[in-house]
């Protein structure tokens, strides 16, 4: 096997996260820690007052009655980011409990399903009204709601209703807080402190558990690699249920000492998240592809846009989940700012490799290991990992995690890719990979970043196969680049208006892109524009705006099936066929 690590030891962890957040509050005192936005403004919450409210709520978490079940006692949250959530989230876990953060948009069976695996003992949830229609056996014994429901109460539930704004409301005594705070020191780095279902782009989720430990690495990591300052400012639309966001995003912002801001509009309004922007004016953003796209698009169609994103102030900015697109990330090196790229799961507490802050990157390439990891390459090209931040194992699930797991302890991720001098080249989630009919292995995210790169009208590109004799692909257009027209592409753009017209230049574009292929077999032949959006609310979609190809598979079945039989009279409306012709 081929190995990979990081030249730089990790060096000392903090002891658990109740101490790196009272230590910031002592530290930082009256300086921001996180926003939210109020009216036409923000409204800023001090290091001070968290450290306060961290220790109201862990003493109160602790007066609860009950016992540990050996994995932990555990609290839910299916609630959208924002300052309560945010210091009741890192109470749960700096009172040695197990935070369960639960996505609010799944179909209720499946919550439902999951709040009785997690078996919690308390619910913190600001969707009150889809909450208490579960089932009331899922339910656990308290639940905390954290703005008031548009229904009545069942009076079944009524009783299992908690207040916390009078929890919040009363200082806690010296002697208390003195209490809670040597609780909190003490919790072990080792202890689990988290259940984070993966958002799973197959199968249902799988309970990632992770450590104190485990997510304190990273953030030593960063703090070495990043060098970040006290007072940094990050604007936050990643949801928190995600480990991208809520791990990765979030833990970033408090260990580093700096203030979160939540973007309100969740990331759903480009026009809202722009407003937010020039309140806010990041140091850093974080973001998905798919956001990154439309930004650009609506900085070179308006100067006032352009003005907003690219300000003096912004450092750099970090993608993941995808590849991100030339055409996106050169609008941003054009601005002279750094595209970052990091590459893990969540069951590495995410992040393995990082890209260096450079203005000039490598589609495909997401860097090398941070410290305190080590990966290797094994026979078939599938990523081993190894390190401080890989999890404990899946929740109750034991078959589940001895299979991603070597005899020797390192962690399957599923992910196909090969060492460089860059670092790491992704190729191709595992089960993606597919064989054509005369037995050549073909790895669709490559093909897929291609077109994306070549196109910017195109905001989803799937290829498939298995079986035929050329890959094939369906297209989902941008509709962002349709509104912004001739600002989305180059000169020698056609500069398509929708999705019938993407479906005329996008033939030629491919054309030219089959004849650079390295083999002949991985050329598209049939393809397929779809004129319509895809949504997480219809499971097409994970919460961080990943495909999901067992979805995409069934609900365009019928398109598949015109594509495999070339027969394409019975196709549904708003679909358009891609003339490809071989070129010689």
């Known amino acids: 096997m081929q190995f990979l690590r990081s030249t ?33 403004n923000y409204r800023c919450v001090s290091w001070a007052r968290l450290g306060a409210d961290l220790g109201r709520i862990a003493a109160w978490l602790s007066a609860l009655p009950g016992a540990d079940d050996g994995d932990g006692r555990r609290v839910a949250f299916i609630a959208g980011n924002g300052y309560v959530r945010h210091v009741c989230e890192l109470a749960v876990m700096a009172s040695g409990r197990v935070s369960v953060p639960i996505f609010a948009g799944y179909p209720a069976p499946l919550m439902a399903e999951l709040l009785r695996f997690a078996a919690v003992e308390l619910l913190v949830t ?34 299992r209703l908690l207040d916390l704004s009078q929890v919040l409301a009363h200082p806690l005594r010296r002697d208390a807080r003195s209490r809670i705070e040597t609780t909190m020191h003490a919790v072990p780095a080792a202890r689990g402190c988290l259940i984070m279902f993966t958002s799973g782009t197959s199968g249902l989720p799988k309970g990632v558990q992770l450590s104190h430990a485990n997510l304190l690495s990273q953030q030593q990591a960063l703090r070495l690699l990043w060098k970040p300052r006290p007072g940094l400012r990050l604007l936050s639309y990643l949801p928190w249920h995600h480990s991208f966001g809520g791990l990765f995003e979030r833990f970033f912002a408090v260990a580093s000492g700096g203030c979160i801001a939540v973007e309100d509009g969740g990331g759903k309004d480009i026009a809202r998240l722009l407003e937010n922007f020039a309140l806010v004016r990041p140091h850093v ?44 990330s050169n609008v941003f090196r054009q601005h002279g700012i750094p595209v ?6 969540t069951e590495t507490s995410p992040c393995c490799t990082l890209t260096p802050r450079q203005l000039d990157r490598t589609p495909g390439v997401v860097g090398f290991p941070i410290p305190g990891v080590e990966l290797a390459c094994a026979d078939d090209g599938e990523i081993l990992v190894r390190g401080a931040n890989v999890m404990r194992g899946y929740f109750r699930n034991e078959v589940a995690t001895g299979a991603a797991f070597t005899a020797d302890g390192w962690f399957r991720t599923g992910d196909i890719g090969q060492f460089g001098g860059e670092g790491l080249r992704i190729l191709s989630r595992k089960e993606r990979m597919f064989k054509l009919a005369n037995g050549e292995k073909v790895f669709p995210a490559q093909i897929e970043a291609r077109i994306h790169t070549r196109c910017p009208f195109v905001k989803y590109a799937y290829v498939f196969g298995s079986g035929q004799r050329h890959p094939h692909l369906l297209v989902f257009p941008s ?20 999705p019938a017209q993407l479906a005329c230049c996008l033939a030629s574009c491919l054309a030219d892109i089959n004849v650079q292929q390295a083999t002949g077999y991985e050329a598209i032949r049939r393809a397929l524009v779809v004129g319509r959006e895809l949504s997480i609310e219809d499971n097409e979609l994970t919460p961080s705006f990943k495909l999901v190809p067992r979805r995409i598979e069934e609900r365009y079945a019928d398109c598949i099936r015109a594509m495999e039989d070339d027969r394409y009279d019975r196709l549904p409306e708003g679909v358009y066929v891609l003339e490809l012709e071989p070129r010689r």
Do not use: M
């Open 126 to 159: 600001d969707q009150p009204d889809k909450v208490l229609a579960l089932d009331p056996a899922c339910l656990p014994a308290r639940i905390v709601l954290l703005r008031r429901p548009d229904s009545p109460v069942p009076a079944a539930l009524a009783e």
């Open 340 to 345: 970052v790229e990091g590459w893990g799961l």
């Open 479 to 498: 509709r962002e680049a349709f509104a912004a027209g001739a600002c989305a592409g180059g000169d020698d753009c056609a500069h398509p208006q929708g």
């Open 285 to 328: 953003f974080f973001s998905v592809p798919k956001i990154y796209q439309e930004i650009a698009v609506r900085a070179q169609a308006d100067a006032a846009v352009e003005r907003i994103v690219f300000h003096r102030q912004l450092q750099f900015v970090f993608t993941a989940a995808a590849p991100l697109p030339l055409s996106a």
């Open 8 to 40: 730089q030891e990790l060096g000392e962890l903090a002891a658990n996260i109740g101490s790196l957040v009272l230590a910031n509050a002592a530290r930082r005192g009256s300086a921001p820690a996180f926003a939210e936005r109020n009216g036409r």
